[in-house]
């Protein structure tokens, strides 16, 4: 009797265990820490790629409508990130999920070969934008807002953090981030950054409007963005 309470007590500590894992943001992942500490191949890294161009286009620069984010130029901690995280459902992703799973494009190893890969390739010069243009009173309200809830993690030109796995948000599309910033603020985005949840939980829905206005006309430095909207990927030819 004394035992099987004592058994059933562990039982319900690893459930805890389990779904508070699912909730948590940063923590180690073998996975991720051991395809970052890989040194990446190029050629397996455009191999592997072809799968996901079928979503993000060969360009890693996604759809203005939101339904694809670009991830052209993101910071490859934050790729192998959010890869992991979907591979492991800590985040849901059913559409990308069957193609981002090891018997689709293999382990470590090709997680940092993809990954490195996307990092490099330049962004979209024609990111798809909020309605309101720089000077008008809703963008400078998106503005402030940015300033004072935003740039501490995600810097002042939404340019991130590499080492502290905070996204890049310049360049990305106004609809797919006005889709995250909701599931974030209301607990969908299960892998979501606490401090994050916290800081933006009294947005109501025109704030997150204003802020991601803002952030949508962010200027992308020159060097990271492709030479013109027309460019294509060489590596797809
Ligand atoms: C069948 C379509 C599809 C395929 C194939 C696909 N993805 Fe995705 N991916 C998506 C969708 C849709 C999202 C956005 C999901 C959401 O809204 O949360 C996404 C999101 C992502 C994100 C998160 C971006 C961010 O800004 O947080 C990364 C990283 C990513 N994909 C990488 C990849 C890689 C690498 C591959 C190839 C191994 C791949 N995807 C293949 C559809 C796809
Ligand atoms: C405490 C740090 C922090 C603050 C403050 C913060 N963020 Fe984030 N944000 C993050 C992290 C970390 C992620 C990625 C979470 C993850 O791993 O899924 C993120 C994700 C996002 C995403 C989704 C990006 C993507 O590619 O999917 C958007 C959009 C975003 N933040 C916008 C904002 C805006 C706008 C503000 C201010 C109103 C803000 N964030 C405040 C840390 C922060």
Redesign the pocket.
Known sequence: MKKRSIVSITGLAAVMLVSGSAFAWLEKTGERDEALSLKPNRENGIE??E??A???LTEGWGTKDG???Q?AG?HQT??VK??AD?REGN???P??YP??KPE??GGPQAMAD??HY?SQLPMNPDNGKGPWEPGTPEWERGKKLFEENCVKCHGEHGEGSAEKFY?KIQG?HYL?ML??FE?IRDGK?RNANPEMVEQIKNFTDEDMKHVINYVSWIKVPKEDLAPSKDWTNPDFD
């Open positions: 592997v790629y799968v996901c079928a979503c993000h339904t694809f984010p991830i993101q934050v790729l959010q890869l979907i985040r849901d992703n559409t990308m193609f981002a689709s494009i993809v990954t996307i996204p990305q797919y889709r995250q599931w985005r």
